[in-house]
């Protein structure tokens, strides 16, 4: 998810720079036609990673403030953002209406691309999901934690999910194209820097906004939990603040641009993480509620040496042969998918579908 906001990050960055000058959306591209990426795109992710970075040094209990900020912009934004579709548009487009046509070729029936979308949906919070005991320690309480989970998942997901379908269908009135991801909208929105500046101010507010938003997820949510990782892995060498740098700076390696440009890539993105994250998520499930009986021993969290959680060396070999079980059986999907074989096994699709249920 870190490559993910970041890249998107970068590409609000590049709608930022187009706002405040036109002609920095018809800056010659110099990377060759099989790079899913322009050079303003990345420019602008080197613009964001960079102004992201100071952030690394603010405590993870120190970003309430700055979260509320940018999330009280970044949703008034949005909705400001349906308004005005909506009152350009004189209504919602036909893709509102419209209903999901299956190709006359597909093998998959209505039930089975519905399955597809719940495992798409699910891969996106896998993530969160599995980083959750990174972020309830700094809860007051379990209430707390618990009134924040749903709130965050279930009722902004469901509103943020609400705003973006009516705002792209309404653009979709507008301009006859669906525009599924924010930057290309903002772009197409000022003409790639040539409409009015009223136009590019408008869409410089909405981009500033979803950028911060991006950043701050970014950081909290990934790099901050990949440091508490690195330093349990690590307690010696790496604290979490360092752990954090080295996540982030990782994201130069997996080449993000490759991954989020391309919308049927993207989703398969999505669909892996429910494939490898779902069985570390049932391993822990399992060790927590049905051996350990929701009971934790403290004072065997500290030391090394008679200790219910240093297993071998401080790994526990047994969930390995787990976490694999858990996702052999999907694993032969997510390739033919993201292969795009034309005629894939039909088992192994399906099984794919039902990722996160399986793992």
Known sequence: MLRLLGWNGGRLVAVCLTAIWPSYARMKNTFGSNMPTTTPEFVGFVVFWFLSTPFLWLRPEKFKIPFLIVCTWCGAGMICWMIWALSVADGVGPLWTSSQRIPAGSPFGTSWLIMAGINQGIGGLAAGITNGSDFSRY??????????????????????????????????????????NPPDLLLRMMENGNASSKARAGVFFLAVGFAFTAMFENICGNTVAGGIDLAGLFPRYINIRRGAIITFVAAWIVQPWQLINRATTFIAVLSSFSVFLAPIIGIMTCDYYLLRKRRIRLSHLYRIHDSSYYFSKGVNWRAVPAWICGFAPTIGGLIVTVRQDVNPPRVLVRLYYMAFLIG
């Open 139 to 180: 809860s007051k309480g379990r209430r707390h934690y618990i009134i924040g989970t749903i709130a965050s998942c279930v009722v902004t997901g469901i509103l943020v999910s609400l705003i973006g379908l009516v705002t792209a269908a309404a653009a979709q009135k507008i301009y006859g194209e669906v525009y599924w």
